[in-house]
């Protein structure tokens, strides 16, 4: 049987025909879909920079289905529900690009850092801490670690707390020393607490040799020495503070009075006060040298008289509150509603304030109950801020 080649020559146009029609079909396609995927991402976008996060979602989420492969718009929109607070839909986004074979190392990185601060918003702490530590070694790794350090001061983890820190000091992320030395002064009241004494006093040393010109650090340990019975150590580790930490005395100055009638040397420590006071006034350290004058019935009246002299360098209504105290009024029967009247209105004065979120307490704290931040609290009472 011969082989007609009429066939061939009618059937290269048709071929050719339809391989082009085919082709024009694919590329109108592909133009399709390349249209709608960027249509729907900026629409996205334009609902997000109105402040439309609902909408924003919905758009993302078509982009998202027409382009699964894409990233980019995986992690806006996981960012998007971690913002509106929809913590397991971003969990389930950031696990599906952990998921994909094809995803690039800086693209899993990411992803495993957005996952971590899913967990994190969601107050997963120990699932957080886990992809946290997955960080290291990464360019998360400085992030990671200080969210790491919030979640150990959350749990009052001290000892894991106090690795962090020592791990970023090392690594130049930071002055972290006095970081380290309040995480040793933790430790150190948490044995002190169990009756471990001479534990809870090795701690507070290294935390004194951590960070030298700290406060708490000789603080602390000046308390816990008075606790063991230890004046002349007290007296020795307060005056060491002026010298480092000056503005700190005013936190010291009733344990340096009471360390001062213990071991017989009063005018010592009067004489020390009264220089302090002299280089920075302070209702403290007033009433400190005016609890040491008064103790003596021939300075008794000249100690009220220091109130006076207070106020001729500071308008203080506490000073003025004290000294009208001991006054005696031409209408003496009315003197005690005065004196409450002022004792109430001065209540506020007397407290601390932190400087980073404004939280007023009785007491200082070396760390604010509000926004949780370390040396937030000056050693001053609000009235003199």
């Known amino acids: 049987m011969e082989f007609d080649l009429t066939w061939i020559l009618l059937g290269l146009p048709v071929a050719f025909v339809l391989g082009w029609l085919a082709s024009r079909f694919d590329l109108r396609q592909l133009r399709a879909e390349n249209r709608r995927a960027p249509k729907a991402y900026f629409k996205g976008l334009n609902f997000l920079l109105n402040e439309q996060q609902d909408q924003a979602i919905d758009a993302f989420i078509e982009a998202v289905q027409n382009d699964p492969d894409t990233s980019e718009l995986h992690f806006a929109l996981g960012n998007l529900f971690r913002r509106r607070g929809e913590y ?158 000056p503005a700190a005395v005013p936190l010291a100055a009733p344990m340096m009075v009471e360390a001062a009638n213990a071991t017989q040397r009063v005018p010592e420590v009067q004489a020390l006060l009264q220089a302090h006071y002299a280089q920075a006034p302070s209702l403290d350290v007033l009433e400190a040298i005016v609890a040491m004058e008064t103790a003596d019935e021939a300075t008794r009246d000249t100690a009220r008289q220091r109130y006076v002299q207070h106020l001729d360098k500071e308008r203080s209504l506490v000073a003025a509150a004290k000294w009208l105290a001991g006054e005696k009024l031409e209408h003496e029967e009315f003197h005690p509603q005065v004196q409450r009247a002022l004792d109430h209105a001065v209540k506020p004065l007397t407290r601390y304030r932190c400087a980073a979120c404004g939280f007023e307490a009785r007491q200082h704290f070396w760390q604010c109950p509000g926004c949780q931040t370390w040396d937030s609290y000056p050693a001053r009472r609000v009235e003199e801020l």
């Not at 534990?199 to 010109?213: C, I």
């Not at 603080?219 to 010298?243: K, W, Y």
């Open 88 to 245: 397991d839909r971003a969990v389930r986004v950031h696990e599906h690009l952990l998921s994909r074979g094809d995803l690039s190392r800086t693209d899993r990185e990411r992803a495993q850092h957005a996952l971590a601060l899913d967990f994190l918003k969601a107050g997963l702490l120990d699932r957080a801490e886990d992809a946290l530590h997955r960080l290291e070694g990464t360019p998360f790794e400085a992030q990671a670690r200080l969210a790491l350090l919030a979640i150990y001061e959350r749990s009052r983890d001290w000892p894991h707390a106090t690795a962090i820190a020592r791990k970023m000091h090392d690594a130049d992320q930071g002055d972290f020393s006095t970081r380290q030395a309040h995480y040793l002064c933790e430790q150190g009241l948490a044995l002190s607490a169990q009756g471990d004494l001479s534990g809870a006093q090795a701690l507070l040393e290294q935390a004194v040799a951590a960070a030298p010109e700290a406060a708490r650090g000789r603080i602390e340990l000046a308390r816990l020495q008075r606790l063991m019975g230890q004046p002349a150590e007290v007296l020795s580790t307060l005056r060491t503070l002026g010298e480092r930490n």
